[in-house]
């Protein structure tokens, strides 16, 4: 195609605003599917991401317009994730487009994460098509919130199309827009090739799939190709475009997005960020490519019985066929046994992954307090990156240790701004800027990353009711005053609960955790002392008295379902014990009891 009728665009907005409700309708639009192919969310391919509604992997799909000019463009449509622990995963999408369309929700206005995509995409060069969505509800308000952007964004919202995704309203004039505002892509086809490795995934049919965007050149069937990172060389054996099924039109040009297929078997060998070129007549220098994702939560994942180990590692090793974020490596606990510690993009990164695991292999798995990457810096001048408690050196050999830090923006209605200051505070925030915007609060802050890995979102939610949206970027680290706290139970450490805490978070912390886990584990036959210490140092102390009654004492002979029932919970609870020592724990104990800050 022409590149002057090629358009590719990304849609970029706050989680719920719309994105992938407004994608479903282009691509109904330009029918890409016929009726019964089209359900709600194609593009929201995974089950949890459907139920979550969170879009998590980035999808493209290629339409086909014909416009009011009479001239027919191949637009290329690049979903974006919304959640800011995929921030990472925006970029790449956003580098592959040379415009962006910004869907805010008319009812709800700007918020954390339309900032941070729209900023990205200011970043990206991009062109952007401000949308203003859900225009049929009744407390919409397009005029204040056009105002908003402009005041928020700077960006000129006076010809903002609006639009109900839901109900199809002015869809045609988005693919208006789309062709008469964003610029075409840039491109040599004469020129050796040069295709950007934008994404890839493990498909069980077709092995691993790449995402491409040519740049230059030509990508074809048959051809040589090279991965001017890796070096490696492959012939393309399918090359072709998603609508969004996929179509294998054997070949893609400058300035179109598609995938190849290539006989690789494993997407570690796809680097993303990589070119591709051909091996024949190969490009002088490859395209930038993206900065590496990295892991900035880790935390343990066990298997609540042991006999599951092998199957824990087989479906880890699947889930990162998928996921190249995703990292794991064996480790033993003395506590939990033998297990596997794994790197995530953040939080919710971890509970999906967490929750796939437990739905789509059936495994029943402690996780143990999510970490982030701190620097110990010994007093032999080494530095070692440490994300595990159990990895912490004795405090005698450490000079220093620095922690991650965060930059979050958070937007929010004046009447919860005390709350939300006082939750910053508490979690040794540094307060950077405070400003008003469309009658809301635009809150700045710095705040170590290990106090927002816990239940940071959590609170921000309940404290705020909702109405409060988070975004954060790293950085970089800061030296702090941290220590390693460990959870004993009659006297026995149980590792999987030791954290790294700041010095003057630990008592607070430690008592709660210990008062916590004296309402979580059950009365047993003795005493349970349940502590918290720094090195021998005990911190806050439970005591779980002896137990006295039997559990079925409460139901007084009565109601026979209800004594099956908690007589089914018992042995469900019995599957899921931990020993240590002579203390039973339940499964449900730790889940609960990291689940905490
Ligand atoms: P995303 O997170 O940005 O992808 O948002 P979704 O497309 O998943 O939409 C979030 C919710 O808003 C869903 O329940 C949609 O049905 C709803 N929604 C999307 N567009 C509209 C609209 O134009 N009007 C109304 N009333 N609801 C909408
Ligand atoms: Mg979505």
Redesign the pocket.
């Known amino acids: 195609t022409d590149l002057s009728h090629i358009r590719n665009f990304s849609i970029i907005a706050h989680i719920d605003h719309g ?2 409700t407004l994608a479903d309708r282009l691509i109904q639009y330009c029918g890409g599917l016929d009726a019964r192919e089209m359900r709600e ?1 194609v593009l ?1 391919s995974m089950d949890i991401e459907r139920e979550r ?3 998590i992997k980035a999808q493209t799909v290629r339409l086909t317009y014909k416009a009011d000019d009479g001239k027919t463009y191949q637009l290329n449509l690049m979903d974006t994730p ?1 959640h800011v622990d995929f921030a990472y995963e925006v970029s790449r999408s956003l580098a592959a487009c040379e415009g962006s369309l910004l869907v805010v929700d008319a009812s709800q206005g700007v918020e954390a994460q339309t900032l941070a995509n729209v900023y990205q995409a200011i970043d990206h060069n991009h062109e952007i098509v401000p949308v203003l969505n859900k225009i049929d509800l009744p407390a919409a308000e397009p005029d204040r919130i056009k105002q908003q952007i402009e005041d928020v964004i700077g960006l000129d919202a006076s010809n903002a199309v609006m639009i109900s995704a839901k109900t199809g309203l002015n869809i045609k004039d988005v693919l208006e827009a789309i062709v008469t505002r964003l610029p075409p892509p840039k491109g040599d086809l004469e020129a050796p090739l040069k295709a950007l490795v934008v994404d890839s995934w493990y498909d069980p049919y077709l092995g691993v799939v790449i995402l491409v965007r040519v740049v230059d050149g030509e990508l074809k069937v048959g051809q040589k190709i090279r991965m001017m990172a890796t070096g490696a060389t492959k012939e393309a054996d399918r090359v072709g475009h998603f609508t969004p099924k996929a179509v294998q039109s054997g070949r893609l040009g400058p300035g179109e997005m598609g995938f190849i297929t290539a006989g690789i078997k494993d997407i570690r060998e796809t680097k993303v960020g990589d070119t591709i070129t051909e091996e024949r007549r190969p490009a002088a220098e490859p395209l930038e490519g993206f900065k590496p994702s990295v892991p900035v939560v880790f935390c343990g994942l066990f298997p609540t019985d042991a006999a599951e180990f092998e199957h824990l590692r087989e479906s880890l090793g699947k889930l990162a066929l998928n996921d190249a974020s995703f990292q794991f490596e064996a480790e033993t606990s003395a506590a939990l046994g033998f297990g596997f510690r794994c790197g995530f993009l953040g939080l919710l990164h971890l509970e999906i992954i967490q929750e796939r695991l437990e739905r789509e292999f059936n495994l029943d798995l402690i996780t143990t307090a999510p970490s982030v990457i701190y620097k110990v810096h010994m007093t032999d001048k080494s530095v070692i990156d440490m994300h595990n408690p159990a990895d912490m050196p004795d405090p005698i050999r450490i000079d220093h240790i620095d922690e991650p830090w965060i930059r979050a923006t958070i937007m929010l209605p004046d009447e919860y701004l005390g709350g939300i200051l006082a939750l910053c505070t508490e979690r040794r925030g540094q307060q950077i800027d405070l400003t008003y915007v469309g009658g809301r609060a635009m809150l700045v802050y710095k705040l170590p990353l290990n106090e927002v890995v816990f239940d940071f979102y959590d609170r921000l939610k309940s404290i705020s009711r909702g109405y409060a949206s988070f975004d954060y970027q790293m950085d970089g680290y800061e030296t702090g005053d941290l220590v390693k706290m460990s959870i004993l139970v009659n006297a026995e450490p149980v590792d999987a609960l030791s954290t790294i805490v700041h010095r003057s978070q630990a008592e607070h912390r430690g008592r709660l955790l210990c008062e916590r886990l004296k309402e979580l584990i059950p009365r047993q036959l003795f005493k349970i002392a349940v502590q918290a210490a720094i090195g021998s140092r005990v911190i806050a102390r439970e005591t779980i008295s002896a137990m006295r009654k039997d559990v079925l004492a409460k139901c007084y002979g009565g109601d026979i379902s209800r004594k099956r029932k908690l007589l089914d919970k018992q042995k469900e609870g019995k599957k899921r014990m931990r020993q240590f020592g002579e203390v039973e724990i339940p499964q449900s104990a730790f889940i609960a009891a990291l689940k905490m800050g």
Do not use: A, R, W
């Open positions: 994105k992938s969310q929201d509604g969170i879009t919304g």
